[in-house]
């Protein structure tokens, strides 16, 4: 992985496009030396070099952070979804808000119940049927 790809995206960008730019136009001067007219020149040094998209995406990956670059599209995004309409924006977080909360509700109700609480040393049978700590006055377990 490399690090200057999380921290200096723009550059590395721009790096990428002018190294493009570049191969291309050595191949379409080589083709326009070689007596091809500026535009067929064009064509076919695109058409050799393939998809200049792909290419990027490419590098992309071999540069690492794919997926940390993937998740900060995705939040950005979001982000300026989430400010064009507040009043969406509000329903959302109160349904997700309201969600966390039945969600931890239920979840205590259910642990509620398989653990119940315990007042101090337990001396005699608890619900599960076992014994824990020493008998109360040295008669038979209960």
Request: proline share 4%.
């Amino acid at each position: 992985m490399n690090w200057k790809a999380l921290f200096r995206r723009k550059q590395l960008e721009q790096e990428l496009e002018e190294e493009i730019n570049s191969h291309l136009a050595v191949d379409v001067q080589q083709r326009i030396e070689r007596g091809e007219s500026l535009r067929n020149a064009r064509e076919k040094a695109l058409k050799d070099f393939g998809n200049v998209a792909l290419v990027k995406d490419s590098t992309r990956d071999a540069w690492g952070f794919r997926l940390l670059d993937e998740i900060r599209q995705d939040l950005l995004y979001a982000g300026r979804l989430l400010t064009r309409n507040p009043a969406s924006t509000i329903v959302i977080v109160l349904t997700i808000a309201l969600g966390i909360g039945a969600n931890t509700a239920a979840y205590n109700v259910v642990y509620a119940a398989i653990h119940p609480p315990s007042n101090g040393p337990v001396t005699h049978r608890d619900l599960s049927g076992t014994t824990h700590g020493a008998r109360s006055s040295g008669g038979p377990p209960s």
